[in-house]
């Protein structure tokens, strides 16, 4: 990787770690109060991926129109157009671990951070999933 390449990714990665700092994103109950309608139901969070959606929606049209990234020779974006059974388990996976831990893996990674225990644990836990899927998805699809 180019030393132009790194430090971009590195001020991109510093940004992106500082806007989930400073929304207070990195805090689980932040989403917890989010996903909580009938309590202390806190709304930061819509407006957070409302920000997120409107930045996307007018930047990416524009990328797209380059001919290539500025730092890699072509574009990784998903081929795959139909909503399959491994899509729908992993986004309701995905949802319950979000819910139940109030973080989702961005935040929880800043979140380590701060020295709490607990994005130590989600981010663990995270890891070992991450891990059984490869040990499972290997079982299943041996290379000869």
């Known amino acids: 990787m180019s030393m132009k390449r790194s430090l971009s990714s590195f001020a991109i990665g510093a940004l992106f770690g500082i806007g989930l700092i400073v929304s207070g994103m990195i805090h689980p109950q932040k989403v917890q109060d989010f996903l909580d309608f009938s309590g202390q139901w806190d709304a930061s969070l819509a407006l957070v991926m409302g920000g997120a959606l409107l930045v996307t929606a007018l930047t990416f049209p524009l990328i797209l129109k380059r001919r290539e990234p500025l730092f890699a020779n072509k574009f990784h974006l ?39 225990t607990a994005p130590i644990v989600f981010v663990g836990s995270m890891i070992v999933g991450m891990v059984l899927h490869r040990v499972y998805h290997d079982m299943r699809n041996p290379t000869s």
């Open 78 to 116: 998903p081929t795959a157009k139909e909503v399959d059974s491994k899509l729908l388990i992993g986004s309701a996976l995905f949802g319950i671990g979000w819910g139940l831990g109030g973080f989702c893996p961005g935040p929880a990674i800043v979140g380590l951070v701060s020295g709490s």
